[in-house]
């Protein structure tokens, strides 16, 4: 069965560092989506994508934060300057519709020192 | 926008017993409700969803049920195992043709003792 994967599975970095998150979403499918988990907390959305733009983004994608497919199978998050606060388990997810059902990966979990 | 609360953060139960979790949304917009599973390490799992043109949802020994005018929906988990110890979230999104912003509930870590 297909399944989207990420890659690293951590990262560690230093604060102010940039740091790019890979994702290979199911290859059929359209819409892309990056989440975030602080360690003990809610998962939250942070952007979706469709068609080469964002469609959507919520208040924690500020312009610190950046997605990218660079080519036909990667969907990158790029985070500019990191913050310890930026310390969490990222989820990339897929799905094949708009109103389809949205598969995960296996998440990076992010720590910003 | 959305917000979803979920209720309780904690559940433990005895194997074969039944284990009810709640959810209730504000967006009187949204119109897809699902339930994710997500072991510890691992990456959460579609378990069961339900449509806000549809009351009740059954899957084996998992159902969802859903009150619109309530702003509500529940998980019900019969016979309960082992291995469906785990986290559970619920989520809700207003879906269209641009994508399917999810907004999660704070999660349920459910216990199934032997």
């Known amino acids: 069965e297909p399944e989207v994967t990420q890659t690293p599975s951590h990262q560690v970095t230093q604060m102010g560092q940039e740091v790019i998150l890979r994702c290979v979403p199911i290859s059929n499918h359209l819409y892309f989506y990056w989440y975030r988990q602080i360690l003990g907390q809610k998962v939250e959305f942070l952007v979706s994508?469709?068609?080469?733009?964002?469609?959507?983004k919520s208040e924690i994608f500020d312009d610190q934060f950046s997605v990218e497919r660079p080519d036909g199978s990667n969907f990158t998050l790029k985070i500019r300057s990191t913050k310890l606060e930026d310390s969490a388990m990222y989820f990339c997810?897929?799905?094949?519709?708009?109103?389809?059902?949205?598969?995960f990966g296996p998440g990076t979990r992010l720590t910003v020192l | 926008g959305e917000n979803v609360e979920q209720h309780p953060s904690t559940l433990s139960v005895q194997e074969g017993d039944s284990a009810v979790i709640k959810c209730t949304y504000s967006?009187?917009?949204?119109?897809?409700f699902p339930w994710y599973k997500q072991e510890l390490g691992k990456r959460p799992q579609l378990i069961i969803d339900?449509?806000?043109?549809?009351g009740e949802k059954k899957d084996q020994r998992i159902a969802v049920t859903l009150n619109k005018t309530a702003k509500h929906f529940s998980l019900h988990i019969t016979e309960t195992q082992p291995e469906d110890s785990a986290v559970y979230f619920c989520?809700?999104?207003?879906?269209?043709?641009?994508?399917?912003?999810?907004?999660f509930g704070g999660g349920t870590r459910l216990m199934v003792k032997p």
């Open positions: 989520a809700a999104s207003t879906m269209n043709n641009a994508g399917n912003m999810l907004t």
């Open positions: 339900i449509r806000s043109n549809v």
């Open positions: 994508f469709y068609n080469n733009e964002i469609s959507e």
């Open positions: 967006d009187s917009a949204s119109n897809y």
């Open positions: 997810a897929s799905s094949e519709l708009g109103e389809g059902e949205q598969f």
